[in-house]
């Protein structure tokens, strides 16, 4: 939930609807995502909970028309048919769609991709994540779903892929595996809701960058506890040479609005 919406406008040298090139796969996004998953454990969102399909999709159209074009999704949020509702008057290539799996089997992540495409009602995704890596050998772990992942690149049903990390040592790994191209990552200057202090964090964001990967900030906001510094998290977080775009869970217009004011 963000708050203080009307605070004086912060200057910002950087806007939430410009366009950039997400990764070695230059995936082309805005700045900011719109994000579908404000505390979402289990099949449904803040999001998807108090707006409903058609609200959610009718805030994802809004967004579009100020020019966010990246949407933040995830299998967990259950926000994929809301995706799918908003495609239905946004062009399908003019929007990057996110989105996240658990699948950790080649067979899984296959029934994944099948199932998610279907959900959103599209044939390619532009981004999927392997969602909340947590153990420093997850690459091990999660072998067969990411061959999966790295074929369905080559046949263009996924344009490219990565992870989202919840500790350090997970972090790390994604830092310094090859097959990671874009990675989610928790940032903000108060070390909330994140994988350790802002520096340490910096750190290794840097390294994935000098790698060529691509960066997504998330928790931005700690979880919603630093809404009542909005201005503060936004010029931290664009003003880092290390995150390439980022993503905030917004529940109305209004809110939206106090994020695009401020980025304006």
């Not at 990764?23 to 805005?30: E, F, H």
């Not at 919840?166 to 994988?195: C, F, Q, S, Y």
Request: net charge neutral; with cysteine.
């Amino acid at each position: 939930m963000l708050a203080g919406v009307g605070w004086p406008l912060a200057a910002s040298p950087r806007r939430a609807s410009d366009v950039i090139a997400l990764g070695p796969d230059r995936v082309g996004l805005s700045r900011m995502a719109m994000g579908t998953g404000t505390d979402a454990p289990n099949g449904s969102s803040n999001q998807t909970r108090k707006l409903g399909l058609q609200g959610l999709a009718d805030l994802l159209h809004y967004g579009y028309d100020r020019g966010l074009t990246f949407w933040d999704s995830a299998d967990q949020y259950g926000s994929h048919p809301h995706l799918k509702a908003a495609l239905g008057s946004v062009p399908r290539e003019k929007v990057a769609i996110l989105t996240k799996t658990h699948a950790q089997t080649a067979a899984e992540m296959r029934a994944d991709l099948d199932r998610f495409r279907r959900e959103i009602g599209t044939d390619y995704l532009d981004i999927v994540l392997l969602h909340c890596m947590m153990e420093g050998d997850w690459p091990e772990r999660r072998k067969g779903a990411m061959e999966v992942l790295e074929e369905a690149r080559d046949r263009k049903i996924v344009r490219t892929h990565g992870v989202s990390c919840h500790t350090l040592e997970a972090l790390k790994t994604a830092a310094r595996t090859p097959w990671v191209r874009v990675d989610l990552a928790r940032i903000n200057p108060a070390g909330v809701a994140m994988d350790a202090d802002p520096q340490t964090v910096l750190a290794v964001l840097r390294e994935m960058k000098a790698a060529g990967k691509g960066v997504i900030g998330m928790k931005i906001l700690g979880a919603g506890e630093l809404s009542g510094r909005l201005d503060e998290m936004l010029r931290y977080v664009t003003s880092l040479d290390c995150v390439d775009c980022f993503t905030i869970g917004c529940e109305s217009r209004e809110q939206l609005n106090g994020v695009l004011r401020r980025l304006a």
